[in-house]
């Protein structure tokens, strides 16, 4: 996991920690939080804040040497957990684990931190093996628990820990930090983004990207419909995307298209007009194909491509 980065909406839980911990720190606190709010970055600070020795206001002083070990990213007295490579899970071993980790004294400053990230990633055994040590925490220990989904967690950890709430981002706060990421958006898009994201900064960045990705997958098309461009370049185009990725891409599109033809909305859409006729066809014959592939059919998704790149440059326009 990388180094923490700070955002404006962590400011206001970060004033609160500052002053509900200046003493006295809990055992156990669980930052609970929605997607798209950074909360892991926020529990690497809150770490980071633990360890270092200033212990001024509450904040990582950068200087101590403490925070030299944090900057270098191999504090001793700081354990991550998380899903193993490749896993989805954290199992029990790896709970196991941290309690020699928790029961060892510190080997820099007062305590050692632990951060559990996704907390509800634990299966049921690693849950319980963590409430055991949750119940009776070594003095010097300090555990971390983050949660995009706090709801998922054992009732009896979340009670065993002190819970604090990253809340949605206040659009004075989120609104020109995601302009700087975006500066080529428009004030509109950039408030379609923060509403459709529900005020959330990280995910209105990602809804951006996916967007920005989407609408260069067009132009693609469109020049290769156009007959402007190589297959070469429509094949390149695809080649980081799953056959799933595209065939739902495409379902997407097709029916915005189909229902634009049919008079439906009045969408303005990039697609020349065809026979409403057709892109049904090729709708069906996609939705046909998506159900193949759920049902564990193997495509060859060049060819696939290849015969969807020829069917979509046939396409008849209409007359109107
Ligand atoms: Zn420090």
Request: with cysteine; hydrophobic share 50%; proline share 7%.
């Amino acid at each position: 996991m990388a180094s923490y980065l700070m955002y404006p909406w962590f400011v206001p839980l970060q004033q609160h920690m500052a002053r509900a911990f200046a003493e006295r720190q809990p055992a156990s606190m669980l930052l609970a939080s929605q997607r798209g709010l950074g909360v892991d970055e926020l529990a690497l600070w809150l770490a980071h804040a633990l360890l270092c020795q200033d212990g001024q206001d509450f904040a990582p002083c950068g200087q101590c040497a403490a925070c030299k070990l944090w900057q270098a990213g191999n504090h001793t007295d700081f354990l991550l957990l998380q899903p193993a490579e490749g896993k989805k899970q954290i199992g029990i071993d790896q709970v196991r684990e941290l309690l020699p980790f928790a029961m060892t004294s510190p080997m820099v400053g007062q305590r050692r931190v632990i951060f559990i990230a996704q907390a509800q990633l634990m299966n049921q055994a690693a849950a319980n093996a963590l409430l055991k040590v949750l119940e009776e925490p070594p003095a010097k220990a300090v555990f971390i628990l983050s949660s995009e989904r706090p709801g998922a967690l054992l009732p009896t950890i979340r009670s065993r820990t002190v819970r604090l709430d990253l809340r949605p981002a206040l659009p004075e706060q989120g609104l020109p930090w995601l302009q700087q990421q975006l500066p080529a958006v428009s004030a509109d898009q950039l408030q379609s983004l923060w509403s459709q994201s529900m005020a959330r900064p990280l995910l209105a960045l990602a809804l951006a990207e996916e967007a920005a990705k989407q609408q260069s997958l067009q132009q693609v098309a469109l020049a290769w419909m156009g007959q402007q461009q190589s297959l070469d370049q429509w094949l390149a185009a695809y080649k980081d995307w799953t056959m799933d990725e595209v065939l739902s891409c495409w379902l997407q599109w097709l029916s915005a298209w189909l229902a634009r033809d049919l008079g439906l909305v009045a969408d303005k859409l990039p697609w020349p007009p065809v026979e409403p006729q057709m892109l049904m066809q090729l709708y069906d014959s996609l939705l046909l194909d998506q159900q193949g592939l759920q049902q564990g059919q193997n495509w060859q998704q060049q060819a696939w491509l290849i015969d969807f790149a020829w069917r979509l440059r046939r396409l008849p326009r209409s007359v109107n």
